[in-house]
């Protein structure tokens, strides 16, 4: 049998986003000094969990589809759509640095007690409306795709896969190493 | 009542995350996220407070037909309760107004509101969030990932000076 096996129904999605949410949890993603702590460079967390969690899942998903085990063409990767994916990367950075969340965080912050948790995800809904207000004055620009459909790095650079991996591993053990004396 | 247990160490829930991660993608095509979530709340719940206030071509009107009963919605259901069972099993479950350790409590509620605010805007340009694009577009090493997370920080780090004085620890 070859993945992905389309298991989209409510089961999965609830099994799933508890793993989810455990680990953010249970990593210190719902504490809002440990987020900001990394966009004061003074606490390296946020780095070690997100690169770690995404080198991990690249090295399993490039291998599964290495053995045949994985369709990649069943599989979502995102195309670049230069300034929307840029500023709006942008804009959930500043909503970080001024409210000490992203919305997933924001989740497991509400979860574990924090009524700030909830500010913030109510301000997503109010960030959503203005959106949905301006969306199409500048939709022409911002949803303006840029290269093929679903351009991954290993493309743009004309290298392999398996040496973006392996770079991604020695950026987190040089990282690592440099911020040693911060935190475990 | 006996102390909070402390976090995890980084590197075992970064490989605990991307299983999971990989799981998801073999299980339903795509990874994790949130605001896809968040937006069919939004968009569902301005309509029923203001019948048809999202009319043809404006973008939340596809989202209230779409309706909420998905994957996605399911899944953040699932963080929630993810999240309580994680931080009560390991006694950090605290009712508390968190925030930055300097502001006041009026400002921290209106810093995580209008946080909240540009977050949710930039997602709907980006087209996900930390979690919909920052990592699971960067894990099958989609160019939009990396390009996000360049934005993210950069943009991040540079309001942070701004905001330090307001995060440093008392």
Not at chain 1, 119 to 131: K, S, Y
């Amino acid at each position: 049998m070859i993945a992905p096996f389309g298991f989209g129904g409510w089961l999965s999605g609830l099994v799933l986003g508890i793993a989810f949410g455990f680990i953010l949890e249970g990593s210190g993603f719902g504490d809002p000094r440990i987020l900001t702590g990394q966009l004061r460079l003074a606490d390296w967390s946020v780095f070690r969990v997100m690169f770690t969690a995404i080198t991990v899942c690249a090295a399993l998903l490039y291998g599964a589809r290495a053995l045949g085990m994985l369709d990649f063409g069943g599989i979502f990767i995102p195309s670049v759509y230069f300034w929307g994916t840029l500023l709006g990367g942008a804009g959930v950075g500043i909503g970080m640095a001024l409210g000490g969340y992203c919305p997933g965080t924001s989740e497991v912050a509400l979860a574990s007690g924090r009524l700030d948790g909830l500010l913030f995800l109510l301000g997503i809904g109010g960030g959503t409306l203005a959106f949905n207000a301006v969306y199409l004055a500048i939709k022409s620009w911002v949803y303006a795709q840029t290269g093929p459909t679903a351009l991954t790095l290993p493309h743009l650079l004309g290298i392999s896969p398996l040496l973006v991996i392996v770079a991604m591993a020695v950026i987190i053990a040089a990282v690592g190493w440099l911020t040693r004396s911060v935190k475990p | 009542m006996a102390n909070p247990e402390s976090h995890w160490n980084s590197y075992v829930g970064g490989v605990a995350l991307g299983v999971v991660l990989f799981v998801t993608f073999l299980a339903t095509g795509h990874g994790l996220g949130v605001t896809g979530a968040t937006t069919g709340v939004t968009a569902v719940a301005a309509n029923a407070v203001l019948p048809g206030v999202f009319p043809k071509g404006s973008y939340l009107a596809g989202y209230v037909s779409f309706g909420l009963d998905h994957w996605i919605e399911w899944e953040v259901l699932g963080v929630l309760v993810g999240g309580l069972a994680g931080s009560l099993l390991a006694r950090r479950f605290r009712p508390r107004l968190d925030g930055p350790p300097r502001a006041s409590p009026a400002s921290r509620l209106a810093l995580a509101f209008v946080g909240g605010g540009f977050s949710g805007f930039g997602a709907r340009m980006a087209m996900g969030c930390t979690s919909g694009m920052g990592l699971s577009g960067t894990a099958p090493l989609a160019a939009a990932g990396f390009l996000f997370l360049v934005g993210f920080f950069v943009a991040g780090v540079l309001t942070m000076l701004a905001m330090q004085t307001l995060w440093r620890s008392t």
